[in-house]
């Protein structure tokens, strides 16, 4: 009988499974969509508001990492931890993402990395080293942090330190491998054909990224609580990550650009860690709510990844201005930037109502009973209540940090990144709690 799969593992793997079919086409044909616009773009200088709209459509396919963690739903209540863990995954990648993507732009601009995969320069080897050496440290900081404040609120218990260590470090891992290179191969192009990647790189990382680590994070959640071999098998695959994170660091400490970006992503983690955790313990509180409301589950990656887009877009391109001359002072820096923002928003905007739209439909055929005033309500006043508030923050982050002679690309993305889920967490649940009661 203890190797039967409990029927619940059985329902749950299904679910996950069609998802799984659901994530693999989606990401084949949003991607391929994505691909055509740019290169149907060509030479045509398009504005800020059509690049960003572009980048911001890409958010679509993190409804397939949604779902496949909508389709936990029925553990949410029994096993706390798993919407205490996941939005401080999401943290996790959104700094990693960023802090990728942001360095890459800028090195792009600069010439520091070719548009090329083949025969490139040893600062593009070193960056996709110091990220899988960041991921490590980031996701065991991110674990221990969540697993703290969860024993303080009585979410975890001393038996979960091993999940809280070994799921984020697992699911982030696999994530970043495989969607490192997919995002590369989409910058490089957009960067040929005279886009602007610090529109574009971080909303195509972020996205798939999302539904890699969601997809792996629920696989992982899956493995563990149905089989009792499940843990020890994590604990491997988490002792050779740790073993290849422990070599990076070892082989290559004396790199100037990895040992320096190491340090400050390291420390730009800090604050990651601590609004992660808190957007879990918001969301695990709210767990009864959220498996009776799966759109919302579907919903919450796209909301986040929404503003975190936002703050990227603004604090990336405010950094190779700076870098490149084009400002000076922060006058300078935000009558730049608001008039970036106008545009960036206008696209944002539009397409939240196209994500409570998707929401709606995704979550009414699956499971029924969805609104579509509500999702739609809660997509879009979740991003007017936060739009400001971050682009605001990357301005100044970034100004700050590039005058006091760091690198602001290793601080802007992941500052506003880790601020951005802590208020696209909140903006979420406020919306749900003015617009609940006014629904039908």
Request: net charge positive; charged share 10%; with cysteine.
């Amino acid at each position: 009988m203890e190797g039967r799969r409990p029927p619940w593992a059985v329902r749950a793997m299904r679910r996950a499974a069609a998802w799984g079919r659901l994530i693999l086409k989606g990401i084949r044909e949003t991607l391929g969509r994505g691909w055509m616009g740019i290169r149907r773009i060509g030479d045509v200088r398009s504005s800020n508001f059509i690049e960003s709209l572009l980048a911001f459509s890409i958010n679509l396919i993190g409804f397939f990492g949604g779902g496949v963690v909508a389709a936990l739903g029925p553990l949410f209540s029994e096993n706390p931890w798993i919407l205490a863990l996941y939005p401080p995954i999401l943290t996790v990648r959104g700094n990693l993402s960023g802090l990728y993507s942001g360095n890459l732009s800028t090195m792009l601009h600069l010439g520091l990395i070719l548009p090329r995969f083949r025969g490139n320069t040893d600062y593009y080897s070193n960056l996709n080293r110091v990220i899988f050496f960041l991921t490590f440290i980031d996701t065991m900081i991110i674990g221990l942090v969540s697993f703290m404040i969860g024993l303080i609120f009585k979410i975890s218990s001393f038996d979960h330190l091993l999940i809280y260590c070994i799921v984020p470090t697992i699911s982030c891992m696999i994530a970043n491998s495989l969607s490192i290179p997919i995002t590369f191969l989409v910058g490089i192009e957009a960067y040929r054909r005279g886009l602007d990647p610090d529109i574009l790189v971080y909303p195509i990382l972020s996205s798939v990224n999302d539904v890699l680590v969601s997809a792996s994070f629920a696989g992982v959640s899956i493995l563990i609580l149905a089989w009792g071999w499940g843990l020890y098998l994590a604990g491997g695959l988490f002792l050779i990550m740790m073993a290849y994170s422990t070599s990076l660091y070892w082989f290559h400490r004396r790199n100037p650009f990895f040992s320096k970006t190491a340090r400050e992503g390291v420390a730009s983690i800090g604050l990651a860690s601590i609004f992660g955790s808190l957007n879990g313990l918001f969301l695990s509180g709210r767990a009864e709510q959220l498996s009776e409301a799966p759109g919302l589950v579907m919903l919450y990656p796209i909301i986040i990844d929404g503003l975190g887009d936002v703050g990227s877009a603004a604090g990336s391109m405010t950094t190779t201005n700076l870098a490149l001359g084009y400002v000076r002072g922060l006058g300078d820096v935000l009558r730049r930037g608001v008039k970036e923002l106008l545009q960036i928003e206008a696209a944002a905007a539009l397409m939240h109502l196209v994500y409570g739209l998707f929401a709606y439909v995704i979550s009414g055929l699956t499971y029924g009973g969805a609104s579509l005033s509500f999702l739609t309500g809660v997509a879009v006043a979740s991003n007017l209540l936060g739009f400001m508030a971050i682009s605001m923050l990357a301005y100044l982050t970034a100004y700050v940090t590039y005058r006091r002679g760091l690198n602001p690309d290793n601080f802007v993305i992941p500052a506003t990144a880790s601020l951005s889920d802590f208020i696209a967490t909140n903006s979420m649940l406020l919306s749900v709690s003015i617009l609940r009661p006014l629904m039908p």
